[in-house]
């Protein structure tokens, strides 16, 4: 019998964890579940016997790999995957996958919340602005990018995106403009929302000089990862710029001193938030138990990253 551990820090809703039970049931294969765990031992310890692993921003490291023997699948259920290590991953011949566009709405309807929440000036009771007739800069445009960009424009906002890796005539095809150069869509947008993972090419990207290039009312949002944003970049521009807002899912490291000088200005959620729907865990979460079951009974491969 198959042993799948499901190893959640943030746990899903109930619902997505009975799914993913009757999934892996149906398939004769038995679950365990570590929820709400503090230690990465405890972790460790619940590894042991996996043979697939299904988790959220949890951190599967060579530590983790190297103490299941037995490992041969984890499924990120959700899209980023800077959470486990790849290359370990390969060199212990497991097969790492995560599950596209599944939790993508919650995340969009999120950044939506927070662009709102920065126009009424985080609710204070002071006048604040619309959304409708303002520019959007999308930086990055996969399928969270798309949501949001459907999202914005039943709001009225003009929409602008940047990606390298997507063409012209798919963004123009979903009624957005392409924008050709980086800074072109921060010189043109008041408000950003990124969208792009984190690797090495990303961290730390989102700095002052790009940040300075914002129009008046500057406004970006961050759904994405801390780690794409220059925190020094950031701290520099928040002192320059009193226009400046900055609205977070994930907190940056510096937070303390943000909110020391720069309150009112900026929003950070405690916990990243932005696939906590229920309908977003269960998406992601049932995708995760098919593709494991998938691969075990029919050598499906499709969704992974580490090739
Ligand atoms: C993702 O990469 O899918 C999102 O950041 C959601 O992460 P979470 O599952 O930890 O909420």
């Known amino acids: 019998m198959k042993k799948v551990l499901v190893a959640t820090e943030k746990p899903f809703a109930k619902v997505a964890v009975e799914g993913i039970k009757k999934i892996l049931d149906e398939a004769g294969y038995e679950m365990a579940l570590l929820e709400n765990y503090t230690l990465k031992t405890e972790l460790i310890a619940a590894a042991a016997e996996a043979e697939a692993i299904i988790i959220r921003s949890?951190?599967?490291?060579q530590d983790v790999m190297d103490a299941?023997?037995?490992?041969?699948?984890?499924?990120?259920?959700?899209a980023g995957y800077d959470n486990i290590d790849l290359e370990a991953a390969t060199k212990h011949g497991v097969v790492a996958m995560n599950t596209p566009g599944q939790n993508s709405n919650?995340?969009?309807?999120?950044?939506?919340g927070l662009m709102v929440y920065a126009a009424?000036?985080?609710?204070n009771g002071?006048?604040?602005?619309e959304l409708k007739g303002k520019k959007l800069g999308l930086h990055a445009f996969g399928y969270v990018g798309k949501a949001v960009a459907t999202i914005a424009k039943g709001f009225g906002m003009e929409v602008f995106a940047f990606d390298p890796f997507v063409s012209k005539e798919k963004m123009e095809a979903e009624g957005i403009h392409c924008v050709d150069k980086v800074e072109d869509l921060y010189s043109k947008c008041q408000y950003i929302s990124l969208h792009m993972p984190s690797n090495a090419q990303t961290k730390k990207s989102?700095?002052?000089?790009?940040?300075?290039?914002m129009p008046k009312g500057a406004t970006v949002i961050n759904t994405a990862r801390k780690e794409v944003i220059d925190e020094d970049g950031l701290l520099a521009i928040f002192g320059e710029r009193p226009d400046f807002r900055y609205m977070s899912d994930v907190e940056p490291d510096n937070k303390l001193v943000i909110a020391e000088k720069f309150s009112g200005k900026f929003f950070?959620?405690?916990?990243k938030m932005g696939a906590q729907t229920s309908e977003a865990n269960n998406n992601a979460g049932l995708a995760a138990a098919r593709q494991i079951v998938?691969?075990?009974?029919?050598?499906?491969?499709?969704?992974?990253v580490n090739k």
Do not use: C, H, M, Y
């Open 58 to 61: 949890d951190i599967i490291d």
């Open 206 to 213: 989102i700095n002052s000089q790009l940040l300075s290039l």
């Open 120 to 123: 009424r000036n985080n609710f």
């Open 126 to 129: 002071t006048s604040g602005t």
């Open 294 to 304: 998938d691969f075990f009974e029919k050598g499906d491969k499709s969704f992974q």
């Open 106 to 112: 919650a995340v969009a309807e999120l950044a939506i």
């Open 68 to 78: 299941a023997p037995k490992l041969e699948i984890v499924v990120r259920a959700g």
């Open 268 to 271: 950070f959620t405690p916990k």
